[in-house]
């Protein structure tokens, strides 16, 4: 491995190069760890058309679940950013088409989210509100937002989150995000603390980012999960 600039390494693994953080610590709360891949004596056959292996059909490894597959059931090669992969690799079929799905997110929505927008914001049981910035950290661990006050929510201590919605949107359409309910347990605290945000001036803006923060979550959950 070799070092590189603002404290990631580049790592050679089985299944390729990886550039990842020097401490672990500060892994995106997105990515997903490698899989361990099944041992070669386990698996005679594809393990999605059971072709059987010899000396021509070969059998590959997707990068993504670690199971094994022949060449035809495992020759695309799509970017895999959740592992933090430097170029893309070798997939099975429903891994290539779950990993081209959050291609969207690191293209698109993470720009939103870093991007971020502005919110109405009340903390825990209080009356008093806030307008306030809200968008994600560089390293994607945070949600910082900032008003007259600044305070930071660590993505990996949200217990709970939900979207809400402004009712039909008009022409009868599917209903438009509008603001968040968090549940988090602020650092140093094993009590959960309630956040409450709703779109304030630029309200598609708003909408967007919450769109994007919905898209998240489901990668944060789904990580935890592994």
């Known amino acids: 491995m070799s070092a590189v600039p603002d404290g990631k390494k580049l790592v050679r693994?089985?299944?390729?190069?990886?550039?990842?953080?020097?401490?672990?610590?500060?892994?995106?709360?997105?990515?997903?760890?490698?899989?361990?891949?099944?041992?070669?004596?386990?698996?005679?056959?594809?393990?999605?058309?059971?072709?059987?292996?010899?000396?021509?059909?070969?059998?590959?490894?997707c990068r993504r679940c670690g199971r094994c597959f022949c060449d035809k059931c495992c020759s695309k090669k799509v970017a895999l950013p959740r592992m933090c992969f430097v170029d893309p690799v070798r997939q099975c079929a429903e891994c290539s088409l779950a990993s081209q799905k959050e291609t969207e997110f690191y293209d698109k929505q993470l720009k939103v989210l870093l991007g971020g927008g502005n919110f109405v914001v009340v903390l825990g049981t209080s009356e008093k509100s806030e307008t306030m910035t809200c968008r994600l950290s560089n390293n994607h661990r945070y949600l910082f937002l900032d008003g007259e006050t600044h305070f930071e929510v660590e993505l990996s201590r949200i217990s709970s989150m939900q979207i809400l919605?402004?009712?039909?949107?008009?022409?009868?359409g599917t209903s438009r995000?509008?603001?968040?309910?968090?549940?988090?347990?602020?650092?140093?605290?094993?009590?959960?603390?309630?956040?409450?945000?709703?779109?304030a001036d630029d309200k598609k803006v708003a909408s967007l980012w919450l769109a994007a923060m919905h898209k998240a979550a489901k990668l944060l959950y789904e990580a935890r999960d592994q």
């Open 13 to 61: 693994s089985p299944s390729g190069l990886r550039m990842v953080p020097e401490n672990g610590a500060f892994n995106s709360p997105f990515s997903l760890d490698e899989p361990q891949w099944v041992p070669d004596k386990e698996c005679p056959r594809c393990m999605q058309c059971d072709t059987k292996f010899d000396f021509i059909r070969r059998k590959h490894h």
């Open 165 to 172: 919605t402004d009712g039909t949107s008009p022409g009868g």
């Open 177 to 199: 995000a509008s603001g968040m309910l968090l549940h988090y347990k602020p650092m140093g605290s094993q009590d959960a603390q309630q956040l409450r945000m709703e779109a």
